[in-house]
């Protein structure tokens, strides 16, 4: 079984930047995908982007969000720019042996922006 732990949420102005981190542990087998959803609330979970060493984006983040991972770490990061009111919302870590099939949940980082 496979830890998830989120951190780097919090509160920022609009326009401002993140960057959250999730750090796997545990019996983690190649290959490994990881990924990053969010949920606000009254809304349903929503894809926000996902590295299998290439990474794919979510429309709605496009070209603000950038996934990255540190393979000797375990660790998956999204920096987050030129945040909006509307990406306010609890940001999940998820893994997984494949691209679109996540066994592995991570608690959940808050990440508030304020207009």
């Known amino acids: 079984q496979v830890q998830l732990v989120e951190s780097g949420g919090g509160l920022v102005q609009a326009g401002g930047s993140l960057r959250l981190s999730c750090v796997a542990s545990?019996?983690?087998?190649?290959?490994?995908?990881m990924a990053w959803f969010r949920q606000a609330p009254g809304k349903e979970r929503e894809f926000v982007a996902r590295?299998?060493?290439?990474?794919y984006y979510g429309e709605s983040v496009k070209g603000r969000f950038t996934i990255s991972r540190d393979n000797a770490k375990n660790t998956v990061y999204l920096q987050m720019n030129s945040l909006k009111a509307e990406d306010t919302a609890v940001y999940y870590c998820?893994?997984?042996?494949?691209?679109?099939?996540?066994?592995?949940w991570g608690q959940g980082t808050q990440v508030t922006v304020s207009s």
């Open positions: 998820a893994g997984g042996p494949s691209t679109w099939k996540f066994d592995d």
């Open positions: 545990g019996r983690i087998f190649s290959p490994y995908v």
């Open positions: 590295t299998d060493g290439s990474p």
